[in-house]
């Protein structure tokens, strides 16, 4: 995609680019709200305005959240895994 054309899944031309020389394609743009001020309104008045404008990779986004899930919900698993050693210390401390 360019500034002036929106990419397509499958382009005339058999692809994006050439072998190695390839282009990211799994980024996605959510413009919540794109229109003009107002022209009423000082300082920005007639200009064009868009809320919410950034650019997500996806593969990215699902690969932070994978990470983020093993931390949260197997951090209890990789504290009872070392449990049973400091067991084993402290029986035999004792006896």
Same mark, same amino acid.
């Given at each position: 995609s360019t500034h002036s054309q929106i990419a397509s899944?499958?382009?005339? #031309? #058999?692809?994006y680019s050439t072998w190695f020389y #390839?282009?990211?394609?799994?980024m996605f743009y959510?413009?919540?709200? $794109?229109?003009?001020?107002?022209a009423w309104m000082p300082f920005v008045g007639g $200009?064009?305005?868009?809320f919410f404008s950034p650019i997500f990779n996806f593969?990215?986004?699902?690969?932070s959240c994978g990470i983020i899930?093993?931390?949260l919900f197997y951090s209890k698993y990789l504290n009872e895994?070392?449990?049973p050693d400091k067991?084993?210390?402290e029986s035999a401390a004792h006896e």
């Amino acid at each position: 995609s360019t500034h002036s054309q929106i990419a397509s899944f499958m382009p005339e #031309g #058999g692809g994006y680019s050439t072998w190695f020389y #390839g282009k990211v394609v799994d980024m996605f743009y959510f413009p919540i709200i $794109e229109t003009n001020w107002p022209a009423w309104m000082p300082f920005v008045g007639g $200009e064009h305005f868009i809320f919410f404008s950034p650019i997500f990779n996806f593969a990215d986004a699902a690969i932070s959240c994978g990470i983020i899930a093993l931390l949260l919900f197997y951090s209890k698993y990789l504290n009872e895994a070392y449990q049973p050693d400091k067991d084993k210390k402290e029986s035999a401390a004792h006896e």
